[in-house]
């Protein structure tokens, strides 16, 4: 079942997504997001954040290689029109996830990034940890 929810995960929270526990939020959020409860929003310019962070963390080729052609297939691309921002993060790596979010109508932008939690409030959409997001969305899947 699809929901109206539209997301845009932070780097953090796509390197946390590897994670083998099967408990993990994180894990949870990809498997529901691949089940299609939800979108996942990227862009250009988060695509590359997240390639540059996974090769960093040395994520094997083959499972980056996977999570992208995946993000790419379920076809939730946002092309950035407008770059004003409410209010600009005090790291400048976060613009494009607030770009993507705010041009991309989301609902929410899942981070653990202080940076972008300390912007709640400021934009139409949740800022928010994955735990928080993964209870809203039972709580639709479940109305």
Excluded at 6 to 16: E, K, Q
Excluded at 37 to 51: G, K, N, P, Q, V
Excluded at 81 to 86: G, Y
Aim: contains cysteine.
């Amino acid at each position: 079942m699809k929901t109206s929810l539209r997301t845009v995960p932070d780097t953090n929270v796509i390197i946390a997504g590897q994670s083998l526990s099967a408990t993990s939020p994180n894990k949870e959020y990809f498997e529901r997001w691949k089940n299609d409860e939800f979108a996942l929003l990227f862009s250009d310019d988060t695509l590359r954040e997240y390639i540059k962070k996974l090769i960093e963390q040395e994520v094997p080729k083959e499972v980056i290689i996977q999570l992208i052609v995946a993000i790419q297939e379920l076809r939730s691309y946002v092309s950035i029109q407008f770059f004003h921002l409410a209010k600009y993060p005090t790291d400048s790596d976060d613009i494009s996830f607030l770009l993507c979010a705010e041009n991309g109508n989301a609902t929410h932008l899942i981070s653990y990034d202080p940076h972008l939690l300390e912007l709640h409030g400021f934009y139409s959409f949740k800022i928010c940890k994955t735990l928080d997001f993964l209870f809203e969305l039972r709580q639709v899947l479940s109305a």
